[in-house]
């Protein structure tokens, strides 16, 4: 296929500013899809995806369109709109030479929309701005045209009026994305050169390759060379996305799809690797991804001990699709063997969870969040610590570091004074004020990740009545008063339960923890006493009490001596009980520490 008619280009947009519903206008509109199976939401294939209403995996489709008696072949990839999914669309960005930026008419520039649009020029793409929902009664297109220009610098001009839900403007992107986006660079004479952006496990076909083929081009039967693993493999099965699987017999220069070589064990493949041949094949690789940092921890425990292994291969399996999130063995003594995992964010945590949850029917006991602390001790040494069990002894700790990260939250300004104080209630520096137009404005902080992970979010949502959104990026470690918060239930450390908080809100922290543990343990047949403590100091207490008997209920008057002796040996029984006794501590304890308010 000529090159010249291939155009290979992603949607990059806030959160729920309509990306997908422009997806299924678009793949209409190109008779991609029988129009008896569309569907809202096509290329959101995850049920999770559905129910939720978010895009979690970018997905490519291949449009075939004509324009002026002219097929074209347009490559698109729908993109994720969270900021915990911020590498997925860097992924997809990679595999594109332009963008579809869209901007919400009603709700106008928004936190992640800035984020993408800096992705996109990194990777040097064309960016076509699209007005988006400008049938809503809400929307305001003139006045968030003028924001887009001000702060994005793109010209009036070129922003395109579209509403997905009717079909308004539809033919006008088409249009711009054969008129703006450059067709692919490459040499299709040149060896094969071709970047693995995404890839899935099927359970009777091995690894399925999604690639984009950057140099030459690969046939049915060629044997490839994945250059970072250095592993051979045979090609039996080649394609397009349709939106569905589509075989070809051949992928040259340009194209995106999929790849099926016989690939049996996950760890052959790499997201960001180069695939060339075996012979004669290409002497450089592709600059590939820039592995990303997980920002949150947790601890992921099936809750039947006897299922660790079928979580081991879920979690291998799932980290094929999703490389974002890390994972290594860890044990506990409360909960016995699980994983340790990795995560961009809270959401991305959940997601993980519940497709874990799903796709292996393995029930899941998740550990409290935590984010990765930099201990610096007396020998001027640097140790990463991202589980407060693993923290070095208080004697050897020079300076404890947290991570901080710039937040911009863009809002309403009649809202600037709630969210300031929310701000500066989770320790946060003020860094500026920019206004956007006359009524949003962009609040910047220098803020702890700790303070942002657990309920900042949601308390910035209520507080801005749904209209404020964060982004936030990683800048550095900075020095603070932190100390190791323990639980104790009946005396044993739960070290399930540890977490790391500031020193000014410890003991505050310890006092709400264990009056939540207190309702959400249930009461045995001793008493048991929950305590929090920093160091071998106990800094709060409570105690649940035992279940009681009536052990003299039968004793109807008669000689005193005889109901001592059997309250006696009750107690005797009791004290013996709560020595060798096994308190059960259920799932929503281990979430108290979230919920915790301070």
């Not at 290329?43 to 002219?70: C, F, P, Q």
């Not at 039967?221 to 699987?245: A, C, N, W, Y």
């Not at 979690?315 to 999130?325: A, G, Y």
């Not at 004020?433 to 910047?444: D, G, H, M, V």
Request: hydrophobic content about 40%; proline content about 4%; overall charge neutral.
């Amino acid at each position: 296929m000529d090159v010249n008619v291939i155009r290979n280009f992603s949607i990059i947009a806030h959160i729920d500013h309509g990306k997908s519903t422009l997806a299924d206008r678009l793949l209409e509109k190109a008779n991609a899809v029988n129009l008896r199976k569309l569907r809202d939401q096509m290329l959101d294939s995850m049920d999770l995806e559905r129910e939720r209403g978010i895009t979690i995996k970018a997905s490519a489709v291949s449009l075939d369109y004509i324009k002026d008696g002219k097929t074209y072949m347009l490559n698109l990839i729908d993109t994720p709109g969270h900021v915990d999914f911020t590498y997925e669309v860097s992924r997809s960005l990679s595999a594109c030479e332009g963008s579809l930026l869209l901007v919400d008419a009603s709700q106008g520039i928004e936190a992640q929309t800035l984020t993408n649009v800096y992705l996109a020029m990194d990777k040097d793409l064309e960016i076509i701005p699209v007005l988006s929902k400008i049938d809503l009664k809400s929307a305001r297109p003139h006045e968030v045209g003028k924001e887009m220009v001000a702060i994005l610098g793109i010209k009036e001009e070129d922003i395109l009026m579209v509403s997905a839900k009717t079909g308004y403007g539809i033919d006008e992107v088409f249009d711009a994305i054969i008129k703006r986006v450059p067709s692919p660079r490459g040499d299709i004479h040149a060896p094969l050169r071709a970047l693995i952006f995404d890839s899935v496990y099927d359970d009777y076909r091995g690894v399925v390759i999604y690639i984009r083929i950057v140099d030459g081009s690969i046939n049915l039967g060629d044997t490839i060379f994945m250059m970072k693993t250095r592993r051979s493999f045979v090609v039996s099965e080649l394609g397009v996305f349709k939106p569905e699987m589509t075989p070809r017999d051949i992928l040259s220069t340009g194209n995106v799809g999929y790849c099926i070589a016989n690939i049996k064990s996950i760890h052959d493949v790499h997201i960001g690797d180069t695939v060339t041949f075996a012979k004669q094949g290409a002497t450089a690789a592709l600059p590939g991804y820039r592995q990303p940092l997980p920002m949150v921890y947790c601890g992921l425990y099936p809750a039947n001990n006897s299922d660790f292994m079928p979580l081991r291969d879920a979690i291998e399996k799932l980290w094929l699709n999703d490389s974002s999130f890390t994972f290594e063995p860890e044990s506990s003594q409360a909960l016995g063997f699980g994983f340790r995992c990795g995560f961009l964010g809270l959401l991305h945590m959940e997601i993980v969870q519940e497709r874990l949850e799903r796709e292996s029917d393995v029930g899941l006991v998740q550990t409290a969040p935590t984010v990765t602390y930099e201990i610096l001790t007396h020998d001027g040494e640097k140790v990463m610590v991202s589980n407060p069990e693993k923290l070095p002894s208080v004697n050897t700790i020079n300076e404890f570091r947290e991570p901080i990260v710039e937040a911009k939250i863009i809002l309403p300004v009649e809202y600037i004074g709630a969210i300031m104080k929310l701000a500066s209630d989770r320790r946060s520096k003020y860094i500026s004020t920019e206004y956007l137009s006359e009524k949003r404005a962009i609040l910047s902080y220098k803020m702890p990740l700790g303070e942002i992970i657990f309920d900042f979010y949601d308390k910035l949502k209520s507080s801005t009545r749904g209209f404020g959104t964060l982004d936030y990026e990683f800048i550095g470690y900075e020095p603070e008063d932190l100390v190791k918060l323990d639980i104790l239930v009946a005396g044993n450390r739960v070290d399930a339960l540890s977490s790391i908080v500031h020193r000014k809100k410890a003991e505050a922290k310890g006092r709400n923890l264990v009056k939540k543990l207190k309702e959400d343990i249930s009461r045995h047949l001793f008493e048991i006493s929950i305590q929090a403590a920093i160091g071998s100091r106990v800094v709060a207490r409570e105690t649940i009490r035992a279940i009681s008997k009536n052990v003299t209920a039968k004793c109807y008057g008669g000689d005193i001596t005889r109901k001592r002796k059997l309250l006696e040996k009750q107690k005797e029984g009791k004290k013996r009980m709560k020595n060798i006794g096994n308190v059960e501590i259920p799932q929503k304890a281990f979430l108290s520490v979230l919920s915790t308010d301070i």
